[in-house]
C-alpha cells in the first residue's frame, strides 16, 4: 500500500499539477523536494499546506546528503522525480547548467534512492518505485509522418533533450546494473493552467494581452503534440503504481497542431473573450522572427502503449482545454503578473547570433 510519494520538482508545473492530483484526489502524504529556482513557485499549490498530508523540503537534487536525509526521515514509497532544467532556449544559452541538473541531479538521487531502497526490507522493498518523469524531445524530430514509440531510438538535438536523453540511460543503468526497481514515461508538450510565462502558449496569452508582438520562430510550421498537464498528471500516478518495472510508457494527447495555428486559435479565443479596445485582430500582433538553434521539426507521441495496458486516455480534447487556459490566464492576473514581469525576453537567440 503505497503511503507516502517524494516528488521532486513538485513546485514546477508539471510536478505542482502532480501534487494537486495526489493532495485531490488520493489519500496518500506528499513530499515536495524543489530548488525553487526561476520557473518554480508555491503558489502553484494553493491550499495545499493546509491537507495536513504535504511536506516541503527546499533543496537541490545534486545535494547527496541532503536527499539521504531527506529519504531517511519520510520514508517514501514512491519517489517521482521530475525536478529538471526544462527550457530549450535556457539551454542553448547555459548548457552547462542543464548538465548539472538534469545528469548530475539525477545520478544525485539515483543514488541516494539505491541506498535508501537497499535498506528496506519485505513489502516495504518489493513494493518501492522510482518513476523517472522525461520528454519526447529525447527522440529528436519527425518527418511529415510517423509518431514516436516507445523504440523509437534516441536522437536529441538540443543541451535539454540531451541532459534528458542521459538521465534516461542513467535510470534504466540503475535498474539493469544495481536492481533499483524503475519506471520511465516520456511525454508529449503540456499545457494548462501555472505555465511559466516563457512557454509558448501563455506567452502567447500574455503577449495579445499587453499588445505585444506575438513572435513566432521561423514559417511556424513546427508541430508538437499537446497534452493537457492535468491529464498527464493522472498518468503519471498511474504510470507510477501500474507500470512494469523496467517499462518505459509514452504519454500523449492526440493533439498535432503547427505553430503557427496555435498562435492563431489564442488570438481567435481572445478576440472573443476579452476583444482589443480597437476591436481589431490579434493577429495582427504576429511576428515571425529567427529560427532557434537546432528547432526539431515534429514531435508526434504514439500513446497506444499505455492505453492498452493501463488503461489511461486523455479527457481533455485540445480546443476545450485551450479555451480553459485561456480563461484561467484571464481570471488569474495574481499569479501571472509577478512572473511577466521578470520574463519578457525571448531567449535562445543569442547563441544563433553568435559568430563561428
Same mark, same amino acid.
Given at each position: 500500500?503505497?503511503?507516502?510519494?517524494?516528488?521532486?520538482?513538485?513546485?514546477?508545473?508539471? &510536478?505542482? $499539477?502532480?501534487?494537486?492530483?495526489?493532495?485531490?484526489?488520493?489519500?496518500?502524504?506528499?513530499?515536495?523536494?524543489?530548488?525553487? @529556482?526561476?520557473?518554480?513557485?508555491?503558489?502553484?499549490?494553493?491550499?495545499?499546506?493546509?491537507?495536513?498530508?504535504?511536506?516541503?523540503?527546499?533543496?537541490?537534487?545534486? =545535494?547527496?546528503?541532503?536527499?539521504?536525509?531527506?529519504?531517511?526521515?519520510?520514508?517514501?514509497?514512491?519517489?517521482?522525480?521530475?525536478?529538471?532544467?526544462?527550457?530549450?532556449?535556457?539551454?542553448?544559452?547555459?548548457?552547462? @547548467?542543464?548538465?548539472?541538473?538534469?545528469?548530475?541531479?539525477?545520478?544525485?538521487?539515483?543514488?541516494?534512492?539505491?541506498?535508501?531502497?537497499?535498506?528496506?526490507?519485505?513489502?516495504?522493498?518489493?513494493?518501492?518505485?522510482?518513476?523517472?518523469?522525461?520528454?519526447?524531445?529525447?527522440? &529528436? =524530430?519527425? &518527418?511529415?509522418?510517423?509518431?514516436?514509440?516507445?523504440?523509437?531510438?534516441?536522437?536529441?538535438?538540443?543541451?535539454?533533450?540531451? @541532459?534528458? $536523453?542521459?538521465?534516461?540511460?542513467?535510470?534504466?543503468?540503475?535498474? !539493469? @546494473?544495481?536492481?533499483?526497481?524503475?519506471?520511465?514515461?516520456?511525454?508529449?508538450?503540456?499545457?494548462?493552467?501555472?505555465?511559466?510565462?516563457?512557454?509558448?502558449?501563455?506567452?502567447?496569452?500574455?503577449?495579445?494581452?499587453?499588445?505585444?508582438?506575438?513572435?513566432?520562430?521561423?514559417?511556424? =510550421?513546427?508541430?508538437?503534440?499537446?497534452?493537457?498537464?492535468?491529464?498527464?498528471?493522472?498518468?503519471?500516478?498511474?504510470?507510477?503504481?501500474?507500470?512494469?518495472?523496467?517499462?518505459?510508457?509514452?504519454?500523449?494527447? !492526440?493533439?498535432?497542431?503547427?505553430?503557427?495555428?496555435?498562435?492563431?486559435?489564442?488570438?481567435?479565443?481572445?478576440?472573443?473573450?476579452?476583444?482589443?479596445?480597437?476591436?481589431?485582430?490579434?493577429?495582427?500582433?504576429?511576428?515571425?522572427?529567427?529560427?532557434?538553434?537546432?528547432?526539431?521539426?515534429?514531435?508526434?507521441?504514439?500513446?497506444?502503449?499505455?492505453?492498452?495496458?493501463?488503461?489511461?486516455?486523455?479527457?481533455?480534447?485540445?480546443?476545450?482545454?485551450?479555451?480553459?487556459?485561456?480563461?484561467?490566464?484571464?481570471?488569474?492576473?495574481?499569479?501571472?503578473?509577478?512572473?511577466?514581469?521578470?520574463?519578457?525576453?525571448?531567449?535562445?537567440?543569442?547563441?544563433?547570433?553568435?559568430?563561428?
Amino acid at each position: 500500500m503505497v503511503k507516502t510519494v517524494l516528488v521532486t520538482g513538485g513546485a514546477g508545473f508539471i &510536478g505542482s $499539477a502532480v501534487i494537486r492530483h495526489l493532495i485531490a484526489d488520493t489519500d496518500v502524504r506528499v513530499v515536495n523536494v524543489d530548488k525553487l @529556482t526561476y520557473a518554480a513557485n508555491l503558489a502553484n499549490l494553493p491550499g495545499i499546506e493546509a491537507s495536513g498530508r504535504y511536506r516541503f523540503f527546499k533543496t537541490d537534487i545534486c =545535494s547527496a546528503d541532503d536527499m539521504a536525509a531527506i529519504l531517511a526521515e519520510t520514508r517514501p514509497d514512491r519517489i517521482m522525480h521530475l525536478a529538471a532544467e526544462s527550457h530549450v532556449d535556457r539551454s542553448i544559452e547555459g548548457p552547462m @547548467t542543464f548538465v548539472q541538473t538534469n545528469l548530475v541531479g539525477t545520478a544525485t538521487l539515483l543514488m541516494a534512492a539505491l541506498r535508501y531502497w537497499s535498506g528496506l526490507e519485505g513489502e516495504a522493498k518489493a513494493g518501492f518505485r522510482f518513476h523517472h518523469i522525461s520528454t519526447d524531445e529525447v527522440f &529528436g =524530430s519527425l &518527418g511529415e509522418t510517423g509518431l514516436f514509440t516507445e523504440e523509437t531510438p534516441y536522437d536529441p538535438r538540443s543541451p535539454y533533450s540531451a @541532459t534528458k $536523453a542521459g538521465s534516461d540511460h542513467l535510470v534504466r543503468a540503475w535498474h !539493469h @546494473t544495481f536492481g533499483l526497481p524503475c519506471v520511465l514515461s516520456n511525454c508529449s508538450n503540456n499545457y494548462g493552467p501555472y505555465h511559466f510565462p516563457e512557454k509558448l502558449i501563455p506567452l502567447v496569452i500574455l503577449n495579445a494581452l499587453a499588445g505585444s508582438d506575438l513572435p513566432v520562430y521561423g514559417d511556424g =510550421s513546427n508541430v508538437r503534440d499537446w497534452l493537457h498537464v492535468e491529464d498527464h498528471a493522472r498518468a503519471l500516478w498511474i504510470v507510477c503504481n501500474q507500470g512494469k518495472v523496467g517499462e518505459s510508457y509514452n504519454i500523449g494527447g !492526440h493533439n498535432e497542431v503547427k505553430n503557427l495555428d496555435i498562435v492563431h486559435l489564442i488570438c481567435d479565443h481572445l478576440d472573443r473573450l476579452r476583444p482589443r479596445p480597437d476591436g481589431r485582430s490579434r493577429r495582427e500582433q504576429i511576428r515571425f522572427v529567427a529560427d532557434r538553434p537546432g528547432h526539431d521539426h515534429r514531435y508526434a507521441i504514439d500513446a497506444g502503449k499505455i492505453e492498452r495496458e493501463l488503461g489511461w486516455r486523455p479527457a481533455y480534447t485540445f480546443d476545450r482545454g485551450l479555451e480553459d487556459t485561456i480563461r484561467w490566464y484571464l481570471e488569474n492576473e495574481a499569479w501571472w503578473g509577478p512572473l511577466r514581469a521578470a520574463s519578457q525576453e525571448r531567449r535562445g537567440l543569442k547563441a544563433a547570433a553568435a559568430p563561428g
